[in-house]
């Protein structure tokens, strides 16, 4: 493994990685000028298929469901061992998820928080083809309601 850039915030990361597109990228949650879950955006933006690893101290369940349905694959604490950081980064390297020191309920929650709305975008989407309005669908999901 070789690192091949390094950014001071989240604008540099992004503009760093349309250069060098990078096979991993580790990205911290708080950041100035764009934090971590922008920069996630703006990448797979760019490329759906990039392998971004959020590396930070930050193990709510809000923060983590956010970098995860943002597009992160792996989701790691700042105090992870370097093997464990390693082992994520091959993971996620070659096509897997990596969440590596969550508790099993923070995993859980945010996978389901991810399937729930999965399931509630496909039942917009039928009530679109069935002809009902926005208005109509929107105050029956609450991921509607999420920014």
Sequence with gaps: M???????????????????VPDI???DLRMPELDGVGAIKEIRELDETARIV???TFDGDEDIYRAIRAGAKGYLLKDTAREA??????????????????????????????SIRALEEIEVLQRI???????????????????
């Design 129 to 147: 083809s069935a002809g009902k309005s926005n208005k109509e669908i929107g105050p029956n999901f609450s991921s509607a309601k999420a920014p």
């Design 25 to 27: 990228t580790l990205l």
């Design 85 to 114: 950081l390693m082992d994520c980064i091959r993971t996620v390297h070659s096509g897997e998820t990596c969440t590596y020191r969550l508790s099993r309920s923070q995993a859980g929650r945010a996978r389901q928080r991810r």
């Design 2 to 20: 070789k690192v091949v850039a390094e950014a001071s915030n989240g604008r540099e990361a992004v503009d760093l990685w349309k250069n060098i």
């Design 54 to 56: 959020v590396l930070t």
